[in-house]
Nanobody, 119 residues
């Protein structure tokens, strides 16, 4: 079993940038995709971005297109989320997730890292 741990969150002013990292530990598994999700207070968790491990196909939710970029380091099962031009609506707990080959959904999750954007 692999475990995921997010880092890089914090407090930033609107217009600033943050880079989130997701580090894997424990047993390495074959990845189908990795992604970032976020959950704001009182709201459901939503997908922010995902990246296909083979081929690098990416997906972004409309609200972050042009501002966020997901990338991966295949060795070490590490994924990053570069967040630029942050706005207060980006405030949430951000979660890293992994979809293993053979799984029909993201099935390994980190504990989350807080991102707060002040106006």
């Amino acid at each position: 079993q692999v475990q995921l741990a997010e880092s890089g969150g914090g407090l930033v002013q609107a217009g600033g940038s943050l880079r989130l990292s997701c580090a894997a530990s424990g047993r390495t598994v074959t990845n189908l995709a990795m992604g970032w999700f976020r959950q704001a207070p009182g709201q459901e968790r939503e997908i922010v971005a995902r990246i296909r491990w083979s081929g690098g196909e990416t997906y972004y939710t409309d609200s972050v297109k042009g501002r966020f970029a997901i990338s991966r380091a295949r060795v070490g099962n590490t994924v990053y989320l570069q967040m630029n031009n942050l706005i207060p609506e980006d405030t949430a707990v951000y979660y890293c997730a992994l979809q293993r080959v053979g799984a029909d959904r993201f099935d390994v999750w980190g504990q989350g890292t807080q991102v707060t954007v002040s106006s």
